[in-house]
Each structure stands twice: as structure tokens, then as C-alpha cells.
């Protein structure tokens, strides 16, 4: 997981590494994409999975329907693309498959900072878990990002994730569960 | 189902039935909110579900969690509260329960008038098909309206609607039902 650096330092981080691992993914932003956009599209060729949010992903690719702008990102690298929504949620794409993660409706979101990279945590450690990458863990480590990150919301900085249980997460991903599952008609 | 018309009007309407139904439901907007508030206020309390967008839920209530504002609105009258996010799906609302209907992501929207009104058809559609109110026939009608306004916004006018199949509605349907669904971890 390159976590949101400079596209150079990302770079260099991969290519140091003997063994290339299951899945590399990466983290990046305006400012990148605003000074070292040449370095970001060669650090893009690298890895798997790109991680961004919808402003971000329309400034990268010049597109606003955001399925267009995930597809233009696949064609420069990455076979993966999530896009992060904040409140509306996060879209998972590869290649012509599409998962839509809800968002909790929240009645507060007391201290957003960090909730990205929570969620990034939340999807790795999922992914990390399981020894295969088929789409459907791929989906399940995005409602379990999406699960982390709405703790992180609830306090100041770290705190909520410090006191947070297993139990209390995994009643968080049913909520997610449950608010987004409907039978076919 | 009350469309979107002068709250007076709205509430004769309610007022002239000899059998209530056993669901009325209604469409306003903001403009009713700006000069005729306490009219509006009075039709609330004659109605089941109220159907509204985001920025229409927020100016009613004063509230700008959606949570918190379909709580609101439940307690001026309504069981449920369905408020319309565009582009990021809908939320459904009844009494603690909650359901976040996706949005297709689509590459291009070529004219969005009229999708409030195809949704609210959609959803009337299908429960007017249905013997009873569940919460999950509920959840169903929400994903078939949204499933009918995905079409509408196509092409102009009514043209994509009057060309619509069956098989082609079930298809989006179930597209809807893809990109949502996935396995508790």
C-alpha cells in the first residue's frame, strides 16, 4: 500500500522490492496531480489498484461521469480503481464489473480526518486476510474500509479506532449489510 | 400519490377522498417551502410517505445529516420519509430502519427532467402491484423507480420511456441488484 507520497518516492519504493506482491496499491491526490503529474501517470503503470476520491479521479482523467473517469484510469495502468465518495460512498471497478458500497447515514460526523486512509487500512487488512483477490473479497474489503472509516468519524484523531472492537466492527459491517441488501423483484 | 402542486391543493385532495387509500404519498420542493411553509406543515400530517431530495430535506427541517432530517420529517407526520440523492442513489427511512438504494453509474446523463417524477412513478408501479407495505416491498419500489428514472435521463423528454420494454426495465433492475449485493464477511 503506497501510501499518498510523492509519485517518485512511490516509484522507488516498488522498484526496490524483490518480490512483487499480490497486490500493490496506491494512494494520491491533487497536489500530486497538480506538480508531478508526469511522475504520477509513470508510478501509475505499477501498480493495481488505484485509490482516490471523486474530485481527485475527475481532475486525473479530465472526466466527470465517474464510471468514464475509472475507466480511463484502468487504460493507464491500474486494474483496479476505487473511487471514494465520502458520504455517498465508495465505487469499486474492474474492468466491466461495478460494486456501489453504501455509506452509513450518520447523524454526526464529528472529525472527518483520516477517514481515508482508515478506509485504506480497513481494505488492506481485510485483503490481507484472505489468500485469494477474486471481486468479491475485493468488495468485501471495501464495505470493510467503508466499516473502519465510519468509526474514525465518530472521535478526535485516533480515538475511536483505539477503543474500537472486533464485535463492534463486525455489528458495523452488518449495519452495512443491512441497509444496502434488497431481494431481486 | 400527490404530485408536486400547492400544498392547499394537495391536502383538498386528501380531504375529498371517500376511502383513504392505503398509501398517500407525496412530492414537494422547495418552493413551497418558501412561501407556503405552514400550509405545507398542515398537508404533512395527512400523508404517509414524503418523497423529497436532499436539498429539500435539508431546507424542510433545518437539519443537514439526512438521518436527522428524516426524523424530523417523521415526526411532522409521515411513516416514511424517501429522500432522492441524484447521481448518489436514495435513501429510504421508517422508523429506525434504513435502506440506501444505489445509483447506476453512468457514463453520460443526457437530460435529467423529468427522473423525480419517473421515480415516484417507478415506486407507486410496483407497490401498487403489491398486495401489502413491507418494508422490503418498500425497498423494492425504491429500486424500481430508480431503476425507471435511470431510463428517463437517456434521452429527452419521454422518447426512452415510450420506447421501454419489460425485459429491458427487468435488466436494469437486476443491474441495480449487481453492483449492490454482496456476502456478510
Not at 45 to 64: M, S
Not at 129 to 138: A, P, V
Not at 139 to 157: D, P, Q, T
Amino acid at each position: 500500500m503506497l501510501g499518498n507520497l510523492s509519485p517518485d518516492v512511490q516509484r522507488k519504493v516498488v522498484e526496490q522490492m524483490e518480490v512483487r506482491p499480490k497486490l500493490i496499491a496506491m494512494d494520491t491526490m491533487n497536489f500530486w496531480m497538480d506538480i508531478a503529474l508526469e511522475e504520477l501517470h509513470r508510478t501509475l503503470t505499477l501498480v493495481d489498484l488505484l485509490i482516490v476520491n471523486d474530485e481527485e479521479a475527475r481532475q486525473l482523467t479530465g472526466e466527470y461521469a465517474l464510471k468514464t473517469a475509472a475507466k480511463r484510469i484502468m487504460a493507464l495502468g491500474p486494474k483496479m480503481v476505487i473511487i471514494k465518495k465520502g458520504e455517498h460512498g465508495a465505487l469499486l471497478f474492474h474492468e466491466d464489473q461495478v460494486f456501489y458500497a453504501p455509506a452509513l447515514p450518520l447523524e454526526e460526523v464529528f472529525d472527518p480526518t483520516g477517514a481515508g486512509d482508515t478506509f485504506a487500512g480497513g481494505l488492506m487488512g481485510y485483503l490481507s486476510s484472505q489468500d485469494e483477490l477474486t471481486f468479491d473479497h475485493m468488495k468485501k474489503a471495501v464495505i470493510a474500509g467503508s466499516a473502519l472509516a465510519s468509526f474514525c468519524v465518530e472521535k478526535f484523531g485516533t480515538q475511536r479506532l483505539k477503543e474500537l472492537t472486533k464485535e463492534a466492527l463486525d455489528a458495523r459491517i452488518k449495519e452495512f449489510y443491512t441497509i444496502s441488501q434488497f431481494d431481486l423483484i
